[in-house]
C-alpha cells in the first residue's frame, strides 16, 4: 500500500495520544482490509480502556490551555492543517478508497469536503458572540457568553471516514474544546492520517488524540462513563446510538447523535421525471448505498410509476461496478461480507413477499462483495425494505396515489433523517416539505449535504445539528453572569 503514496509516511498504524504515536498496552493489533479484495492492508495498534482514559486525561490539560488561547490563534492552526489536507488530498484519497471501497472520484470529493469543515470552523469559532439582557434591578447587568463544552469523545463510522470526523472536531477544536476520536475498526487509516497532518499543522499534543481498537466496547466504556468528557458525539447506527447515549446519562453528558436513516424519494406526477431518476438514481447509490441520507424508499405517483422505473433502469443502466482504484469504476463494493450477506437477506425477504427485481439482483458475480445496482418494483409496506435501513445499492419503488398518502407512507417510520421529493408544483412543494417529519428535505435536489448547513435529523434519526453557524452550538455551553451593585 505504501508504494501507491507520494507521502508514505501519511500511512499510520499506531494510536495517536497525546501527541505522541503508540502502540497498544497489549501489543495486540487488528487487520484492516480492502473490501475490494479483501487483501489486509495493514495492521493496525488495538487500544482499550486505559489507553482511552490516558487521552481523555492529556485531552483535559491540554483543553485548558488551548481554550485561554485567542480564536484567532486556534484559527491559525485548524487552517494550516485544512492546507495540509488539501496538498495531500490525492494520498488520503487512495487511503481512503482501500480501506473504504469508494470510488477514487467519490474518496477525493470526501476529503476536500472534510477539509472545508477545518476551514469553516476554523472562521466559525471567532465569531462566538453572548447575549446581553434588560433586568429588573437598575443596578444589574446581566450577560451571556459562551464557552467551551471541555473534553469531548466521539464516535466514528466507516462509511465517511474522514469527514465524519472534521465535522466534529472542526466545531470542537475551533471554540477550545478538546477531542478523543475512535474511527471504525473497518476504516482507521484515514483518520489517522489526518491526525498526522494535524500533528505537521502544529495542533498542540493532546488536542486530538485518536483511539483505534478491534473492540468497541472498552473504548466506548471509557468515554461514555469518564465524568472528565463533557460531551459525546455519535455518527453511527440507532441501536448502537441510543445505548452509547443511555450510557451517556449517569454522568449527564451531553450527547450529539447522528443515526439511522429510511429516506422516502416522492416522485409526483408532476416531476421532471428525467430528472427524478438520476436524482434518485445519485441518492440512492453514492458509495453503494452507504450513508444515512441515501435514499431508502423510492415512492411514485402511480400515473408516472412504470415510466419512472424505465428511466432509473437506463441510469443504473450506465454504472459500472468494480475495485474503487480502478478509475473507470463509478460503484465500489459494500464494506463487509457480512454487509452484503444482510442486503441479500433484505431483497430475499421482498421477493418472497412478491417483488419483482426489475435490474441487478447480483450478489457477490464481480467479486466477494460487490452487488450490482439493483431496483425492486411490486414492494409493500410489509416488507423489510420498507421499514429497516438498506445500507446497499437496493432501490425499492413503492406506488402511492395521493399526495397525503405520500406524506402519510413517508412518516410511516421513527426515522427523520433526510427526504427529497420531486415535484414542479411550487405549493405542493411548500406543503409537503412541512408535512413530513424530517431534519432536512430536498426539493428536486438529492445533493444536499455541505458544510454550509444544519446536518442532523430528528425522531430516531438523532438530535444536534453538524456544519453551518449552528454546527458550534453543541460545542459551547451557555454561561449567565449577573453583575450587580453598579449604582444606580
Ligand atoms: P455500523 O453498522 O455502521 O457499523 P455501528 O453503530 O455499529 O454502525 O458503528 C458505528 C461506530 O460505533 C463504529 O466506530 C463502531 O466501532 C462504534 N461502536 C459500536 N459499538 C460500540 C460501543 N459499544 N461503544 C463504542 N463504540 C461502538
Same mark, same amino acid.
Given at each position: 500500500?505504501?508504494?501507491?503514496? %507520494?507521502?508514505?509516511?501519511?500511512?499510520?498504524?499506531?494510536?495517536?495520544?497525546?501527541?505522541?504515536?503508540?502502540?497498544?498496552?497489549?501489543?495486540?493489533?487488528?487487520?484492516?482490509?480492502?473490501? &475490494?479484495?479483501?487483501?489486509?492492508?495493514?495492521?493496525?495498534?488495538?487500544?482499550?480502556?486505559?489507553?482511552?482514559?490516558?487521552?481523555?486525561?492529556?485531552?483535559?490539560?491540554?483543553?485548558?490551555?488551548?481554550?485561554?488561547?485567542?480564536?484567532?490563534?486556534?484559527?491559525?492552526?485548524?487552517?494550516?492543517?485544512?492546507?495540509?489536507?488539501?496538498?495531500?488530498?490525492?494520498?488520503? &484519497?487512495?487511503?481512503?478508497?482501500?480501506?473504504?471501497?469508494?470510488?477514487?472520484?467519490?474518496?477525493? $470529493?470526501?476529503?476536500?469536503?472534510?477539509?472545508?469543515?477545518?476551514?469553516?470552523?476554523?472562521?466559525?469559532?471567532?465569531?462566538?458572540?453572548?447575549?446581553?439582557?434588560?433586568?429588573?434591578?437598575?443596578?444589574?447587568?446581566?450577560?451571556?457568553?459562551? *464557552?467551551?463544552?471541555?473534553?469531548?469523545?466521539?464516535?466514528?463510522?466507516?462509511?465517511?471516514?474522514?469527514?465524519?470526523?472534521?465535522?466534529?472536531?472542526?466545531?470542537?477544536?475551533?471554540?477550545?474544546?478538546?477531542?478523543?476520536?475512535?474511527?471504525?475498526?473497518?476504516?482507521?487509516?484515514?483518520?489517522?492520517?489526518?491526525?498526522?497532518?494535524?500533528?505537521?499543522?502544529?495542533?498542540? &499534543?493532546?488536542?486530538?488524540?485518536?483511539?483505534?481498537?478491534?473492540?468497541?466496547?472498552?473504548?466506548?466504556?471509557?468515554?461514555?462513563?469518564?465524568?472528565?468528557?463533557?460531551?459525546?458525539?455519535?455518527?453511527?447506527?440507532?441501536?448502537?446510538?441510543?445505548?452509547?447515549?443511555?450510557?451517556?446519562?449517569?454522568?449527564? %453528558?451531553?450527547?450529539?447523535?447522528?443515526?439511522?436513516?429510511?429516506?422516502?424519494?416522492?416522485?409526483?406526477?408532476?416531476?421532471?421525471?428525467? %430528472?427524478?431518476?438520476?436524482?434518485?438514481?445519485?441518492?440512492?447509490?453514492?458509495?453503494?448505498?452507504?450513508?444515512?441520507?441515501?435514499?431508502?424508499?423510492?415512492?411514485? *405517483?402511480?400515473?408516472?410509476?412504470?415510466?419512472?422505473?424505465?428511466?432509473?433502469?437506463?441510469?443504473?443502466?450506465?454504472?459500472?461496478? $468494480?475495485?474503487?482504484?480502478?478509475?473507470?469504476?463509478?460503484?465500489?463494493?459494500?464494506?463487509?461480507?457480512?454487509?452484503?450477506?444482510?442486503?441479500?437477506?433484505?431483497?430475499?425477504?421482498?421477493? &418472497?413477499?412478491?417483488?419483482?427485481?426489475?435490474? $441487478?439482483?447480483?450478489?457477490?458475480?464481480?467479486?466477494? *462483495?460487490?452487488? *450490482?445496482?439493483?431496483?425492486?418494483?411490486?414492494?409493500?409496506?410489509?416488507?423489510?425494505?420498507?421499514?429497516?435501513?438498506?445500507?446497499?445499492?437496493?432501490?425499492?419503488?413503492? %406506488?402511492?396515489?395521493?399526495?397525503?398518502?405520500?406524506?402519510?407512507?413517508?412518516?410511516?417510520?421513527?426515522?427523520?433523517?433526510?427526504?427529497?421529493?420531486?415535484?414542479?408544483?411550487?405549493?405542493?412543494?411548500?406543503?409537503?416539505?412541512?408535512?413530513?417529519?424530517?431534519?432536512?428535505?430536498?426539493?428536486?435536489?438529492?445533493?444536499?449535504?455541505?458544510?454550509?448547513?444544519?446536518?442532523?435529523?430528528?425522531?430516531?434519526?438523532?438530535?444536534?445539528?453538524?456544519?453551518?453557524?449552528?454546527?458550534?452550538?453543541?460545542?459551547?455551553?451557555?454561561?449567565?453572569?449577573?453583575?450587580?451593585?453598579?449604582?444606580?
Amino acid at each position: 500500500m505504501k508504494d501507491l503514496l %507520494k507521502d508514505p509516511t501519511l500511512l499510520r498504524t499506531q494510536a495517536y495520544i497525546n501527541g505522541e504515536w503508540v502502540d497498544a498496552d497489549s501489543g495486540e493489533t487488528f487487520p484492516v482490509r480492502n473490501p &475490494a479484495t479483501q487483501e489486509v492492508l495493514a495492521e493496525v495498534a488495538s487500544v482499550g480502556g486505559a489507553e482511552t482514559r490516558r487521552a481523555i486525561e492529556a485531552a483535559e490539560v491540554a483543553q485548558k490551555a488551548w481554550a485561554a488561547r485567542t480564536a484567532m490563534e486556534r484559527s491559525a492552526i485548524l487552517r494550516k492543517w485544512n492546507d495540509l489536507i488539501l496538498e495531500n488530498v490525492e494520498d488520503l &484519497a487512495i487511503i481512503m478508497t482501500l480501506e473504504q471501497g469508494k470510488v477514487l472520484a467519490e474518496s477525493r $470529493g470526501e476529503i476536500v469536503y472534510a477539509a472545508s469543515f477545518i476551514e469553516w470552523f476554523a472562521e466559525e469559532g471567532k465569531r462566538v458572540y453572548g447575549d446581553v439582557f434588560p433586568l429588573p434591578q437598575s443596578t444589574s447587568r446581566g450577560v451571556a457568553i459562551r *464557552q467551551p463544552v471541555g473534553v469531548v469523545a466521539a464516535v466514528t463510522p466507516w462509511n465517511f471516514p474522514s469527514a465524519m470526523l472534521t465535522r466534529k472536531c472542526g466545531p470542537a477544536l475551533a471554540v477550545g474544546c478538546a477531542m478523543v476520536a475512535k474511527p471504525a475498526h473497518e476504516t482507521p487509516l484515514s483518520m489517522l492520517a489526518l491526525a498526522e497532518l494535524a500533528d505537521r499543522a502544529g495542533l498542540p &499534543a493532546g488536542l486530538l488524540s485518536i483511539v483505534p481498537g478491534a473492540h468497541a466496547k472498552p473504548i466506548g466504556d471509557e468515554m461514555c462513563s469518564n465524568p472528565i468528557v463533557r460531551k459525546f458525539t455519535f455518527t453511527g447506527s440507532t441501536r448502537i446510538g441510543k445505548m452509547l447515549a443511555a450510557q451517556c446519562t449517569e454522568t449527564m %453528558k451531553r450527547t450529539s447523535m447522528e443515526l439511522g436513516g429510511n429516506a422516502p424519494v416522492i416522485v409526483f406526477d408532476d416531476a421532471d421525471l428525467d %430528472k427524478a431518476a438520476v436524482g434518485a438514481a445519485a441518492s440512492k447509490y453514492r458509495n453503494s448505498g452507504q450513508t444515512c441520507i441515501c435514499a431508502n424508499r423510492i415512492l411514485v *405517483q402511480e400515473g408516472v410509476y412504470d415510466e419512472f422505473v424505465e428511466k432509473l433502469k437506463g441510469v443504473v443502466g450506465t454504472f459500472k461496478i $468494480g475495485d474503487g482504484m480502478d478509475e473507470s469504476s463509478t460503484h465500489g463494493p459494500v464494506i463487509t461480507r457480512k454487509a452484503l450477506e444482510d442486503i441479500k437477506e433484505m431483497v430475499d425477504d421482498a421477493v &418472497a413477499h412478491g417483488a419483482e427485481i426489475a435490474a $441487478g439482483g447480483d450478489f457477490g458475480a464481480e467479486g466477494e *462483495q460487490f452487488i *450490482q445496482p439493483t431496483i425492486l418494483c411490486n414492494v409493500t409496506d410489509d416488507m423489510r425494505v420498507f421499514k429497516e435501513e438498506i445500507f446497499g445499492p437496493v432501490a425499492p419503488i413503492f %406506488k402511492f396515489k395521493t399526495e397525503e398518502e405520500a406524506i402519510a407512507m413517508a412518516n410511516d417510520t421513527e426515522f427523520g433523517l433526510a427526504a427529497y421529493l420531486f415535484t414542479r408544483d411550487q405549493g405542493r412543494s411548500w406543503r409537503v416539505s412541512e408535512g413530513i417529519e424530517y431534519g432536512m428535505v430536498g426539493v428536486n435536489e438529492v445533493l444536499i449535504s455541505s458544510t454550509f448547513i444544519p446536518f442532523g435529523g430528528i425522531k430516531e434519526s438523532g438530535q444536534g445539528r453538524e456544519g453551518s453557524s449552528y454546527g458550534v452550538d453543541d460545542y459551547l455551553e451557555m454561561k449567565y453572569i449577573c453583575f450587580g451593585d453598579l449604582g444606580a
